[in-house]
């Protein structure tokens, strides 16, 4: 039997990873905040205070997405040296079982540009949610050989914090409200939260180890992002792009090389980003 | 006032750094296991669960020394994790404190030759002792910018584990017994441990940053080092160098460039190797 215990099962990626693993045949044990699911064994607890739970319910596999993401604060806040002491902690509580633990694209040289591949490009992460995320990387894979690290691009879906913009120019145009963006030139690589759980559990599910990029590829740049989104909800002439002005030292271009998840681990996402930003806008127009 | 925290006070260093902190004029608080000593504020527990102990004693400074360092078994052990984890949590408590954190000369790449020094040479720790003090390093630096790490050499004196070297060969000789040993051609940097702890005290009251070697500078082979330790013990003919093979893979020269401990710092050992042997066997004697 493969028995999965996943971690931030109630996050914004998580949340879409017990399907994707029961499909596979997984037994799955979820940690989270939130309430139980159908079909899963639900661990209602605090992840920093039970890490116990991986003596007790033995995972062949172990997911690790769990983490301090809370929009803005978390690139730099003190938050992320607790869910590295955590996660360093069930490291040491793997007993064999194969693990597959979230990193991110935040661990790549920002300041270059070009698709990112992961043993080519250079690792520079300027931030202490980058730092600790490479540090994790780094300890994870001395640890164990069947390690695997998915480095997640820009994910979007339902759910997304509110602040952020797929969900700011989607409840603007749905509320009839004018949408000031900054240019958007910068381009980056997103993909929906559902297919970055999917891409994660495929890759739980393979033997691939090592870092692996979570992304589809795809160059989009922010201002076709936000017109996508503004089409899907309705009206484009109210994304007023360039009426707010750049951030300084944003990066030009973060895009994923998919060669390993396509063609090693075998995944490719099931949503383009028309479907993908039209689901999430049918999710915004119900709340 | 100058107000230190220092853990691993009961260790092999940190035996020797309440004296150190003491004679610099700082108030010394020590966490350990063994016995109080004189002068010092002595709290008597397990770092593991004492992490708090920052917000309580609001040190100024904080020297970390504390880790798993069981001899052979420290390589590899599930305990780095703990450790890692617990010294990843400390970071999270600094609340502007400086901070001097014990790191390894295992951090380098031990397959290179020549002086290793702190910028320039190549970092590729090969156990997960190394992985994990070289992730803690990078979170710190990530943490906080009054942070120093002090990469050790190789520590020689009083109250090594029996097993190793110095203490082998003093035992030996004092009881009489021959000692066999391997060829001993290999090249390393020792430092007594008493001047290890000087160093990392002087580090502590510097302002300097990042990683500085903690050695002596001195290239010394295994043989030579055998060899004192029998002269002082006051019989060279017992120790038999070439009668043990030797280990597969032992790296050929592991020697600091300590120039930014000498010219920065501003420190240098206090006993020469002679000395300090003396001192350590003179130790054994006793025992």
Chains 1, 2 share one sequence.
């Not at 914004?12 to 939130?34: K, N, Q, S, T």
């Not at 480095?151 to 339902?158: A, C, E, I, N």
């Not at 973060?254 to 028309?274: K, S, Y």
Request: aromatic letters at 8%; hydrophobic letters at 45%; one cysteine or more.
């Amino acid at each position: 039997v493969k028995r999965a215990l996943l971690t931030g099962a109630s996050g914004f990626i998580g949340a879409h990873a017990p399907a994707a693993l029961l499909a596979r045949g997984f037994e799955v044990h979820a940690v989270g905040r939130g309430e139980p699911l159908l079909g899963v064994h639900w661990h209602r607890a605090d992840l920093h205070d039970s890490v116990d739970l991986l003596a007790r319910v033995q995972p062949t596999h172990v997911l690790h997405l769990a983490w301090f993401v809370d929009h803005g604060l978390f690139w730099n806040s003190l938050e992320n040296l607790r869910w590295l002491a955590t996660s360093v902690r069930m490291l040491g509580e793997l007993r064999g079982a194969r693990a597959v633990f979230a990193g991110t694209c935040a661990e790549y040289d920002w300041s270059e540009s070009g698709r990112r591949h992961e043993s080519s490009s250079r690792l520079a992460p300027a931030t202490l949610y980058g730092v600790s995320k490479d540090a994790l990387r780094r300890t994870g894979e001395a640890v164990t050989r069947d390690f695997a690290w998915g480095r997640l691009f820009f994910p979007y879906g339902p759910g997304e914090p509110a602040q952020r913009l797929v969900p700011t120019v989607a409840r603007g145009v749905l509320a009839g409200r004018p949408v000031p963006c900054s240019s958007g030139t910068q381009v980056r690589d997103y993909i929906h939260a559902a297919d970055a759980a999917g891409a994660f559990v495929a890759l739980l599910d393979s033997d691939v180890t090592g870092a692996v990029n979570i992304g589809s590829g795809e160059a989009v740049s922010v201002g076709e992002l936000a017109m996508a989104v503004a089409r899907a909800a309705g009206d484009t002439s109210l994304v007023r792009l360039g009426e707010l002005p750049d951030r300084a030292a944003e990066p030009e271009e973060i895009v994923a090389d998919v060669t390993r998840l396509r063609d090693e681990v075998g995944f490719a996402p099931t949503l383009t980003l028309t479907e993908g930003v039209a689901d999430t806008v049918a999710w915004w127009r119900e709340q």
